[in-house]
């Protein structure tokens, strides 16, 4: 989808925070976040492009004032409800309980649960399929395709309409923007070498720009 998520190679943003912080999150809450993302994944509720989109459907006022974890909760809540996991009044009543200081977080151990989950996850994050012939070969110049995509992408918008030199193919995996809508199939994926100075007019500090790209997103340069 085309969205205020999309801010690769865009300005106005300030510099980016690289500040070095001790512990993975800083709030235990992102934690909790955190593990109600591996059980929606591994118990196999939603999948990881599934989850990006609902992430990218958050309207963009809400999304650039939410913080990293916040959206996280947004995108897993709003896919529990979508799949009849959590019923949307239940929601809203354990909201306003914690509103109110008046709800607690059940704890529950149960390791073989546990390695199910982590099985699930593995298995969510294998995206390998058996190789089609590809369309592409290493040295061929291609250009990014101009497509404005209402669902999910995986295809930068700082990259559209570019020309780059094919680097490298990777197989066949599964391929996201169908993927996060239900249908499962698979596409050559290829990296795709820029040069940076066609894509920010001189302006990069960099050699080069590689991106991993799949199959649909490119055509041969005429």
């Known amino acids: 989808m085309d969205g205020i998520h999309d801010v690769g190679g865009m300005d106005g943003f300030g510099p980016v925070d690289t500040t070095e912080h001790p512990d993975t999150f800083h709030e235990p809450w992102e934690g909790v976040a955190y593990a109600t993302f591996v059980a929606g994944l591994g118990s196999g509720t939603f999948g990881i492009d599934a989850f990006r989109h ?11 004032g939410a913080s990293y974890y916040d959206r996280w909760v947004t995108a897993i809540t709003r896919l529990f409800v979508e799949r009849g996991v959590l019923d949307p009044d239940a929601v809203e009543e354990r909201v306003r ?6 709800a607690t977080v059940p704890e529950r151990s149960d390791p073989d ?7 699930g996850v593995n298995e969510a ?20 395709r101009n497509h404005n995509p209402s669902g999910h992408t995986r295809c930068p918008g700082y990259l ?9 193919r990777r197989g066949d995996h599964t391929y996201p923007d169908a993927a996060a ?21 001189g302006r990069a500090t960099s050699d080069a720009v590689s991106a991993d790209l799949w199959e649909p997103y490119l055509r041969p340069e005429r």
């Open 113 to 119: 649960l546990l390695g199910e989950l982590s099985a």
């Open 97 to 102: 309980a914690f509103a109110d200081g008046g």
């Open 54 to 64: 609902s992430i990218e459907r958050m309207p963009p006022r809400d999304y650039l």
């Open 181 to 201: 809508h239900g249908d499962e199939r698979s596409e050559p994926l290829y990296n795709v070498r820029f040069d940076p100075d066609e894509l920010w007019d």
């Open 160 to 168: 559209r309409r570019a020309t780059g030199t094919v680097a490298a």
């Open 125 to 144: 994050y294998d995206s390998d399929a058996s190789d089609s012939e590809p369309a592409f070969d290493v040295g061929d110049r291609v250009v990014v």
